[in-house]
């Protein structure tokens, strides 16, 4: 890296900017203020949406420097440069930022491409028509080049190559998107540095063997990379190829050698200085990470294992990249596709053909659809072909490793060790004095010793090292969603659902889990039958058994709960995904080498009023410290678990039915003691939970209060004597 010193600056720039608060940033209008008057701007950017038109507006009279992304409900008859005035009735919603762990990121994902806010509209008039006739032109054209797919290549399948060619992925099959993306392809869904090398590259190559002279070759080259980045939205991948290209262009004009790490180091140095958020963003780090992987461990690489054979080189490649990707894969994702780096093996050397096919059958559908017909033939086996093994990659055991958030230190351990190989290769490659004859690799002790290690620190990258009691109260919005997870590594979900935010278990429950290394759950338990509580847990025995999903033994109802139409539905979801059904109740006790889990309500044959006296309520003891989960119960059922049993004090309480004031009543507030209340509740939710009256009572007892709408998520840690808690949005620690 001495001789690279654009590359070293970026890679010193990234690591800065993400140690830097990512506030520094960041806009935030506020959403409820809204402008003095109807919201107007410059439109710069148009895709169609899901339901509707997605409209980008610049130069806002609500941030001048941010951009406003306006959803319509229909096509909107503008242009790309015309000013535009919202009409009748609007709402703003900022970009959610997340509020538990492993969730993700909207605000931080939106704000990097300078998105602060989102507007939802019906309508708007026309203040201004200056069009930008180049911008408006390519988007026309780019849907019409998106319906010519389709009907080239049928919907499933024409929608892939739209996102391939057109970086419009809107109309991708969900099933066929989740293919792709959990077998390790999903990287030939975005516009990258394949797709410039086709057509830049192709084009100045073909005008000097035109005999064309460099500059009258790399200057159409370039423009037309530049106009096919801008065609396709300029993603961070392909903002990245299109500089990277430019350089080698430029470099050949002046005759000059190319590096392709300086020219890597160039275009993020490029992005960053542009948005500093990118320094946070998984597709710039990923995109950037697989160059940087090929430029610097495929040498060391195809030296260790003195590989001759091009199918051996593919596959060095291919692993470079995999070994360089493979931390910022499970520091944003939390798994991993196994058998990515062997079908890329196959995938991959058919994308030259699938591209050129693709843009030879749209270029002649212009002449006659028939005329199109064995290009589209060959693209659309192609396609199938990519689905078909993709689908019989993830039928293999262990496609998909859920490997949860590694620990920074665990990053630092893995970089510096890959780092270490590559400055002993380089050390091997001088004593040799440069001879190519003399490879290491041909030492069978070094080979080995080096694969050992590399293995090492897989295994230190992707092991979870944990000890102690962890307990988190997931901010699911109106609802409840409790995860613990014992000393002895039994993994138990209380509860999972939401009536204000929309599939909780997809969103927040399940990216919660993976984010935590969970591959089973071995318990999930329902303490009642309300939708706020078991929404998620219908969503996770749905996907129970897909790859890259979360396994669920057994799940813990009650009696009564399966004698309502809602339990009964549940029931039959676990039975046909193969999840054991047991039944609960007062008295029984879950147990492992660690902790105990006993179970204090409902009694076993007694009817009661409604679904919330009937919730299950668990007290969890580990060593001196101790848990109670009261579900949705309010006073009637509290005192009739105190006229049965002696409820010890507990170090913490989960507050019953979100709070409200019909529950965590005197008399057994008396009875439990809590140190900390837990309260699991939504923003400005229309029930008033809190209630005033229960914080009083709480405050009354000596507890601190910790609420999700408040603190987002709250975790806690024990030792089985002491425990520590904290919230996801920081603004609380016990």
């Not at 899901?50 to 980008?56: F, M, T």
């Not at 890959?418 to 030492?443: A, I, Q, T, Y």
Request: with cysteine; charged share 20%.
């Amino acid at each position: 890296m001495k001789k690279r010193p654009l590359c070293m600056a970026a890679l010193v720039l990234t690591v800065l900017l993400w140690l830097l608060p990512a506030g520094i940033w960041m806009e935030d209008p506020d959403p409820a203020a809204g402008p003095a008057e109807p919201l107007k701007g410059e439109i710069c950017r148009i895709e169609p949406g899901e339901r509707g038109q997605a409209v980008y507006l610049k130069h806002t009279n609500l941030s001048r420097t941010g951009i406003i992304l306006v959803y319509f409900e229909a096509e909107q008859s503008f242009s790309i440069g015309n000013t535009i005035q919202i009409k009748g009735n609007h709402r703003y919603k900022a970009p959610e930022a997340p509020r538990n762990p492993g969730q993700f990121d909207a605000r931080l994902y939106y704000q990097s491409r300078h998105v602060v806010l989102f507007c939802y509209a019906r309508e708007a008039v026309l203040l201004d028509g200056s069009a930008r006739a180049v911008p408006r032109f390519l988007y026309r054209l780019r849907a019409e080049l998106g319906e010519r797919c389709t009907a080239l290549l049928g919907e499933r399948q024409g929608s892939v190559l739209g996102a391939m060619l057109l970086g419009d992925k809107t109309g991708l099959d969900p099933e066929l998107k989740d293919i792709y993306q959990k077998s390790g392809m999903a990287h030939l869904l975005a516009v990258s540095g394949l797709h410039v090398s086709i057509f830049g590259m192709s084009l100045y190559r073909l005008l000097r063997r035109m005999g064309l002279s460099y500059p009258a070759s790399g200057i159409p080259a370039g423009l037309l990379v530049l106009l096919y980045g801008s065609f396709t939205g300029m993603g961070t991948s392909t903002a990245r190829a299109a500089v990277m290209f430019l350089l080698a262009v430029g470099a050949d004009m002046l005759g000059k050698s190319y590096d392709m790490l300086t020219a890597l180091g160039a275009a993020a140095l490029l992005l960053l200085l542009e948005q500093p958020l990118h320094a946070r963003n998984a597709s710039f780090l990923l995109s950037f990470g697989a160059v940087l992987g090929i430029g610097t461990l495929y040498p060391p690489l195809e030296e260790l294992f003195a590989v001759r054979k091009k199918g051996s080189r593919a596959f060095l490649v291919s692993l470079s990249v995999q070994l360089a990707t493979l931390p910022l894969s499970s520091y944003f994702y939390y798994e991993i596709p196994v058998y990515g780096v062997f079908l890329n093996l196959l995938v991959i050397p058919l994308m030259t053909l699938l591209m050129t096919g693709g843009i030879a059958a749209v270029a002649l559908s212009f002449l006659s659809m028939k005329a199109a017909w064995f290009p589209a033939l060959v693209c659309r086996g192609i396609l199938e072909l990519y689905e078909e093994a993709g689908k019989a990659v993830l039928r293999l055991p262990g496609s998909v490793f859920i490997c949860g958030k590694p620990e920074i230190w665990q990053i630092a351990v893995y970089v510096l060790g890959l780092s270490m190989f590559v400055l002993w290769s380089g050390r091997e490659r001088k004593k040799r004095g440069g001879d190519p004859e003399k490879k290491f690799g041909n030492s069978l002790r070094k080979r080995g010793t080096w694969i050992c290690i590399l293995v090492l620190l897989h295994a230190c990258l992707l092991g979870r090292f944990r000890s102690g009691l962890t307990f988190t109260m997931l901010d699911v919005g109106q609802g409840d969603g409790l995860f613990l997870e014992t000393a002895g590594g039994t993994a138990l979900l209380v509860d999972g659902g939401s009536s204000s935010v929309k599939e909780v278990g997809k969103y927040r429950i399940l990216p919660y889990l993976k984010y935590r290394g969970i591959r089973v759950l071995h318990y999930a338990a329902v303490t009642h039958t309300d939708g706020d509580h078991t929404s998620g847990i219908a969503e996770l025995l749905e996907q129970d058994g897909d790859p890259g999903g979360i396994k669920i033994e057994t799940l813990l109802l009650s009696a009564q709960a399966e004698g309502e139409e809602a339990g009964r539905a549940l029931r039959e979801l676990a039975e046909k995904k193969g999840v054991s059904v047991r039944r609960i109740r007062a008295g029984d006790v879950l147990r492992d080498k660690s902790t105990s889990v006993v179970c204090l309500h409902p009694e076993a044959g007694k009817a009661y009023g409604d679904s919330n006296g009937m919730s299950l309520v668990l007290h969890v003891v580990y060593g001196e410290f101790s848990l109670l989960l009261t579900g949705d119960l309010e006073r009637e059922g509290e005192e009739e678990i105190l006229k049965r049993y002696p409820v010890p004090s507990c170090r913490v309480l989960k507050a019953g039915h979100h709070g409200s004031k019909t529950s965590t009543g005197e008399t057994w507030l008396k009875a439990v003691q809590p140190d900390l209340t837990l309260i699991s509740c939504g923003e400005n939710n229309s029930y008033g939970h809190p209630h005033r009256e229960t914080l009083e009572r709480l405050k009354e007892a000596g507890s601190r209060v910790s609420i999700t709408a408040r603190q987002g998520a709250v975790t806690l840690h024990s030792d089985g004597k002491t425990f520590r808690a904290e919230s996801f949005l920081q603004e609380f620690t016990y």
